[in-house]
C-alpha cells in the first residue's frame, strides 16, 4: 500500500514492512518565519550534551558553540524519524543499541547510503530521539572513516501514522459529541409527564384532586388540556360544570390568602420601620458621644493615635446614619406619595364621574330643547294655516273656530315658557360643566405642583448626603451653621475689635491656633466672607506692602440692619 507522502528529494522507494519512503529529506538551515525551528529538548534529558557510551559505539556531543540542528515542520501524529550520517560500517544492531533508549522501537528499515528510518511506540519518544541529531557516533576505538559519522535525526512523514492520528482525532471528537450530548440532556428541563385521556375513573379521580389544595395546580392542568382537546359533550358536560365549579371554588381561598399577605407585608415594613428608626436613635447617640469626645476639654487628654481611631470612627457612624436617615425618609416619602396618589386619583376619579354626568344631562337637555322648539314651530304653523282660513271666511262668526285659536293661543304660551324654563337650565348645566373643567384644571395643576415639590425634595435630600448634619438642620438659611462657628465669630469679633487698624487671615489663624489646632484657614476665611455685615475685608499699604486685611465692622452692619 502506498503510505507515504510527498516531500523527498532523493530517493521514491518504499518499504512495506514499515510503511515508509527511503528518500533523505533536505537539510535546511534554520530561518525565521519558514517554520523551521529546533526541536525542542525533552524534559528528562539534560540540557548540556553529554558524550554516551554503549556497548559497541560511543557518541560524542557536538560543539555547544554551534546552532542546534535544525527540523522540518512536525507532521501531526508523527512517530517516524529520519536517521542519517550513519557510519558505513554501522549494522542494525549498532542503530538498535542507539536508539532504543528513546523508547520501544516498532520497525527500523536501513538502507544502503548511510541513513535509516525508525518508527517508534508513542509520539513523546520522537522527541527523545530528535535530542540525539548532531551527535558524532564512533565504532569502538576505530577512527576510520568508514566507522565515523555525525547523526542527523529528523522527522519523517509516514501515512500510518497519519491514519492512526485521524483515528485518534474522530475517536476524541466522538467522546466530545457524546459529552456535549449527555451535559445537554443534563442541563435539558424535565418534560412533563403526559396527560392521560378522559374517562370517568379519570374524571373522578381529577375531581378530588381540585378540592385539594396541594394538588390542585396538577389538576387544574388536566383540566385545561381535556376541554381544550374536545372531551366536552352532551354525556359529559355535567362532570366538566362540576369540575369547574370545584375550580371556582378556590377563587375565594386565593383572595383570602392574598389580603393575608398582603397585612403580613404591611406588618413587617412597619416592624421594619420602627426597627430602622431605633437603630437610628442609637446612631444619633453614638455621633454624639463622637462629638463630646472631640471637644477641647476630653480631647486633649487623649494621644495622637486615639484622636485619629476616634476621627474614624465618628466618619464612619456619621455617614451609617446618614444613609439609615435617608432610607428612611425615602420610606416615609414613599407612604405619603401613595396616599397623595390615592387622594389624587379619588378626586379625579369623582371629577370625571361628575363630569360625565353633567355632560349627558346637558346633552338631554339640548335634545329636549330642540324637540321643543320643533313642536312650537310646528304650532306656529298651525296657527298661521287657521288665521288664513279665517281671512278667506270674511270673519265669519264661528264659535268653534274661536275656541280652537284661543286654545291653540295657550299652548304656544305654555310651550314658550316651558322652551324658556328648558334654557336656563342648559345654560346653568353649561355653567356647571364649565366649573368641572375649572377643577380638573386646578387638579392637574396640583399634579405638577406636587411633582415639583418631589423633585425639589430629591434635591434637597441629594446635597444633604454632602454634609455631616441631617436635613433639618440644612434648612436653615442662617450663615453660621454651628454652634462651632459661633464661638469662632465670637473669638474673631473679640479679636479685632482689639486690633482697630485689622488683622491678616494669617494672624488671626495664629491666634486661633493656639486655642484649637484643628483650625483650617479656608474655613475661617470662608466664614469671615459669609458674614458681610461682621466682617470686611481691605487693602492696606502701597507697593511690595500691600496687605489685605480684615476688620470688624458689626457695629456699622447693626446700624444698616
Known sequence: M???????????????????????????????GLGIVPPPIPPDMPVVKEIIHCKSCTLFPPNPNLPPPATRERPPGCKTVFVGGL??????????????????????????????????????????ALYLSGYRIRLGSSTDKKDTGRLHVDFAQARDDLYEWECKQRMLAREERHRRRMEEERLRPPSPPPVV????????????????????????????????????????????????????????RLVNEKAAHEKDMEEAKEKFKQALSGILIQFEQIVAVYHSASKQKAWDHFTKAQRKNISVWCKQAEEIRNIHNDELMGIRREEEMEMSDD????????????????????EALKEENDSLRWQLDAYRNEVELLKQEQGKAHREDD?????????????????????????????????????VKDDKLQVEKMLENLKEKESCASRLCASNQDSDYPLEKTLNSSPIKSEREALLVGIISTFLHVHPFGASIEYICSYLHRLDNKICTSDVECLMSRLQHTFKQEMTGVGASLEKRWKFCGFEGLKLT
Open 87 to 128: 557510519p558505513e560500517n554501522g549494522t542494525e544492531q549498532i542503530i538498535v543499541e542507539v536508539f532504543e533508549q528513546c523508547g520501544e522501537i516498532i520497525a527500523i528499515r536501513k538502507s544502503k547510503k548511510n541513513f535509516c528510518h525508525i518508527r517508534f511506540a508513542e509520539e513523546y519518544m520522537v522527541d527523545k
Open 2 to 32: 502506498d503510505i507515504w507522502m510527498t516531500g523527498w528529494q532523493h530517493r521514491n522507494d518504499f518499504d512495506p514492512a514499515l510503511g515508509m519512503m527511503t528518500g533523505i529529506p533536505p537539510i535546511t538551515p534554520m530561518m525565521p
Open 399 to 435: 264659535p268653534n273656530k274661536e275656541q280652537q285659536l284661543k286654545l291653540l293661543q295657550q299652548a304656544l304660551q305654555g310651550m314658550q315658557q316651558h322652551l324658556l324654563k328648558v334654557q336656563e337650565e342648559y345654560k346653568r348645566k353649561e355653567a356647571e360643566l364649565e366649573k
Open 197 to 252: 385521556h378522559y374517562s370517568d375513573h379519570e374524571c373522578s379521580i381529577v375531581a378530588e384532586k381540585l378540592k385539594d389544595d396541594s394538588k390542585f395546580s396538577e389538576a387544574v392542568q388536566t383540566l385545561l388540556t381535556w376541554i381544550e382537546r374536545g372531551e366536552v359533550n352532551r354525556r359529559s358536560a355535567n362532570n366538566f360544570y362540576s369540575m369547574i365549579q370545584s375550580a371556582n371554588s378556590h377563587v375565594r
Open 343 to 362: 387622594e389624587i386619583e379619588e378626586t379625579t376619579e369623582t371629577k370625571e364621574t361628575e363630569e360625565s354626568a353633567l355632560v349627558s344631562q346637558a
